[in-house]
């Protein structure tokens, strides 16, 4: 299944990256309906998984339709990895809701966020390439292929990006995500093409290479695969507001429309429709608030509707708000 999620030719495969609070069931459908090829659920705590918190399975629930979602987990115990892949891979844990399997296992190597950084995850796993190593054969023991996310290093001298790519891979990581920027850096400047090429670089044709950060139209994922050679771009912060981005890469240039202001109000409302019926009114509404600002970003009025959303307190506020 991986290897025909790449292996298109017609246009540059493009993926949603996980975000917490995001990436979503009702989101990836969203994306999936607009040409994404693959998408990456929110980060998942394997320890959470362990203990069978009923939260952590409803992050990892796939919905009917959704584009081929691979289950992201987190944590730096290979042992507790393996046990936490092995049940996304045998749906064995309650609140387990998969329309259909995962593709594969993503482990977080990436995320720059101090909690998960001081707590030994995320992209503090890249102090210790042999350990990435460890966590990328525990999980292998669930019998789904096996992805690696990571960024270009910790800080800007200690770039090793393609030191963990090859220990991961020599570990059996299938494909490896690279984020071309360091923890420190966050997400800005703009994103290192040369880290990213370097990691395709390193590595055997056999292993798929996704480049990450800054794409957000197709010419710059155009850029991005002609400059590194890799394999597929994922796209992360844009899409939050511009789903549209993964059909203009799918389009490949012919017969793309930008979306206009009724499309992104009304896809904006649609999706929070989706998020209410999916986590309840109470809950739906208060995630949707942010939401909803992305998509209204840069349009006329923007500020006070957003101003008058984030003041809403139910699903009808927030569409008499939108004017659904």
């Not at 952590?56 to 892949?85: C, N, R, W, Y």
């Not at 394999?231 to 059909?247: C, D, K, S």
Request: glycine residues 8%; charged residues 25%.
């Amino acid at each position: 299944m991986i290897n025909k999620i790449f292996n298109n030719t017609n246009s540059i495969p493009a993926f949603l990256a996980p975000m917490a609070g995001f990436t979503d069931a009702p989101f990836r459908l969203l994306c999936t309906k607009l040409g994404c090829r693959m998408s990456v659920s929110e980060m998942i705590s394997a320890k959470a998984m362990v203990y069978r918190d009923k939260k952590t399975a409803t992050l990892a629930k796939i919905a009917e339709g959704e584009a081929p979602v691979s289950i992201q987990l987190f944590g730096h115990e290979a042992d507790v990895m393996a046990e936490a892949a092995c049940m996304v891979a045998e749906s064995s844990f309650e609140g387990c809701d998969f329309a259909k399997p995962p593709v594969a296992i993503d482990i977080n190597m990436g995320c720059p966020v101090k909690k998960i950084y001081s707590s030994g995850d995320g992209s503090a796993l890249m102090r210790d390439p042999e350990l990435c190593a460890r966590l990328v054969e525990g999980a292998k023991k669930c019998g789904l292929p096996v992805t690696v996310k990571i960024r270009a290093g910790i800080t800007a001298q200690t770039k090793n990006a393609v030191e963990v790519a090859k220990a991961c891979t020599e570990a059996g990581a299938s494909a490896v995500c690279v984020h071309g920027r360091t923890r420190e850096q966050m997400y800005a400047p703009g994103v290192d093409l040369d880290i990213i090429a370097a990691v395709r670089d390193a590595l055997p044709e056999s292993i798929y290479v996704i480049g990450n950060g800054d794409v957000k139209d197709l010419k710059s994922a155009k850029r991005m695969v002609d400059y590194t050679g890799c394999n597929a771009v994922m796209i992360g912060r844009e899409a939050l507001g511009n789903p549209w981005a993964f059909a203009e890469i799918a389009s490949n240039g012919e017969n793309y429309y930008p979306p206009t202001t009724e499309d992104r109000i009304e896809t904006a409302a649609a999706l929070i429709r989706a998020v209410c019926s999916e986590k309840g009114e109470f809950a739906g509404v208060r995630e949707s608030r942010g939401r909803a600002a992305h998509f209204i970003k840069g349009l006329r009025g923007a500020a006070e509707i957003r101003a008058a959303i984030n003041q809403a307190e139910s699903l009808q506020e927030i569409m008499d708000i939108l004017k659904i």
